[in-house]
């Protein structure tokens, strides 16, 4: 992507795109002024990635951050006997990478894609000056990385107080929220790592779900039925996220 292809479209009404034709979906990047995405756009590469393919590890140092632009991303607490749970789901909504925001070099988290997605890739240094550089994109960042540390802080509570089907449910439907498809292909091995709990309980927890109509999980993919009836079956969790992220939205005064 070169220097001089953000602005076409932007400004004109149709949807911004790089200079291979690629549709740029991420709200951050889509967002930006031209005069600021111009000065990102060099800086950015365009690329296709695998399900489950580590984006970074817990511990190393972050080389590059992810802007999701289809598809997504899971963030991992990994434990010291290797085990893992999920606690952030990172859409087109977003980007891997915040404690770059921070000025922090190493990540406390693995990163990984969830599903099959696409990016655009910035280099940490180029992603960190770009920050300097441009005040809407650092701000949009700064606010980005409060609402990661919203959900992350919401799904340890719903980690520790709520059932498991209640969970798989508020899961599914955030899952679906940045997916944009009723199928997602997903594992029940991938379900029970992402949940932190063991197989048989994610067996359990989609056969109550699915008895009540409101998915059908099949061998490598769950299908949502019935969306408003997940919502009811799901604990409080996801209506304090999604009400805490409205009014945010609503004090913007960008």
Same mark, same amino acid.
């Given at each position: 992507m070169?220097?001089?292809?953000?602005?076409?479209?932007?400004?004109?009404?149709?949807?911004r795109r790089d200079d291979d034709g690629n549709h740029i979906h991420n709200e951050? +990047?889509?967002? *930006?002024?031209?005069?600021?995405?111009?000065?990102?756009?060099?800086?950015? =590469?365009?690329?296709?990635?695998? @399900?489950?393919?580590?984006?970074?590890e817990a511990g190393d140092t972050i080389k590059s951050a992810y802007f999701c632009n289809s598809g997504m991303f899971s963030v991992l607490s990994i434990m010291p006997d290797g085990k893992s749970v999920e606690v952030r789901l990172v859409g087109k909504e977003g980007f891997l990478g915040?404690?770059?925001v921070a000025g922090f070099r190493t990540s406390h988290t693995r990163g990984v894609v969830q599903v099959e997605a696409t990016a655009f890739r910035i280099d940490a240094a180029h992603f960190r000056a770009a920050l300097r550089?441009?005040?809407?994109?650092?701000?949009?960042?700064?606010?980005?990385?409060? +609402?990661?540390? *919203?959900?992350?802080?919401?799904?340890?509570a719903c980690?520790?107080?709520? =059932?498991?089907?209640?969970?798989? @449910?508020?899961?599914?439907?955030?899952?679906?929220?940045?997916?944009?498809?009723?199928?997602?292909?997903?594992?029940?091995?991938?379900?029970?790592?992402?949940?932190g709990t063991r197989r048989s309980t994610v067996t359990i927890a989609a056969g109550i779900l699915q008895k009540a109509?409101?998915?059908e999980h099949t061998r490598g993919n769950t299908a949502i039925l019935d969306r408003q009836g997940l919502e009811q079956a799901a604990c409080d969790c996801y209506e304090q996220l999604q009400r805490q992220i409205r009014e945010w939205q609503s004090q913007n005064d960008d």
């Open positions: 070169n220097e001089h292809s953000s602005s076409r479209g932007k400004d004109a009404g149709s949807p951050i +990047l889509r967002d *930006l002024p031209s005069k600021e995405f111009d000065g990102l756009a060099s800086k950015l =590469e365009f690329v296709r990635l695998q @399900a489950h393919q580590v984006l970074h915040v404690p770059l550089q441009s005040p809407k994109l650092e701000r949009q960042a700064q606010r980005y990385s409060q +609402l990661a540390a *919203l959900q992350v802080t919401q799904i340890a980690n520790r107080l709520h =059932e498991v089907e209640e969970r798989l @449910a508020r899961w599914l439907l955030m899952t679906h929220d940045r997916f944009g498809s009723d199928r997602l292909p997903l594992t029940q091995d991938f379900l029970a790592q992402m949940l109509g409101l998915i």
